[in-house]
Nanobody, 117 residues
Framework: QVQLVESGGGLVQAGGSLRLSCATS????????MGWFRQAPGKDREFVAR????????NYADSVKGRFTISRDNAKNMVYLQMNNLEPEDTAVYYC??????????WGQGTQVTVSS
C-alpha cells in the first residue's frame, strides 16, 4: 500500500511558476514509476508527466513539454512537478499517482492549481 499527499498548489498569474510536491509513504516507493495527472472542470483526467523508478526516464504530455519538469528524490520518498510559464489552460486539480508495473494503482487526493490571465 502506498499513500500519496500532494501540496504546493495555489493561485498564480499567467507566466508564473509553481512547484508541486507529492509526499509518499508505504513500502517500496523507489520501485514505482510515478506520475502527475490533472483534471480541469468538465474534462477528463489527463496525463501530465511520468518518471521512472530510477528517475532516469521522463515523459511529458505535449501540452507541457518544455515548461514542466518532473523529478523525484527516492531518499526522501518525494516526487515533484516544477511548472514554469504557466498558462490559464493549466488550471486544474493536479494528482500524483504511483504505477505498480501494471496500472496507476495509487492516487493522491489532488491539489488545485489556478492560473489567472
Amino acid at each position: 500500500q502506498v499513500q500519496l499527499v500532494e501540496s504546493g498548489g495555489g493561485l498564480v498569474q499567467a507566466g508564473g511558476s509553481l512547484r508541486l510536491s507529492c509526499a509518499t509513504s508505504g513500502r517500496a516507493f523507489s520501485s514505482y514509476a510515478m506520475g502527475w495527472f490533472r483534471q480541469a472542470p468538465g474534462k477528463d483526467r489527463e496525463f501530465v508527466a511520468r518518471i521512472s523508478w530510477s528517475g532516469v526516464v521522463t515523459n511529458y504530455a505535449d501540452s507541457v513539454k518544455g515548461r514542466f519538469t518532473i523529478s523525484r528524490d527516492n531518499a526522501k520518498n518525494m516526487v515533484y512537478l516544477q511548472m514554469n510559464n504557466l498558462e490559464p489552460e493549466d488550471t486544474a486539480v493536479y494528482y500524483c499517482a504511483a504505477h505498480d508495473g501494471e496500472s496507476w494503482m495509487y492516487w493522491g487526493q489532488g491539489t488545485q492549481v489556478t492560473v489567472s490571465s
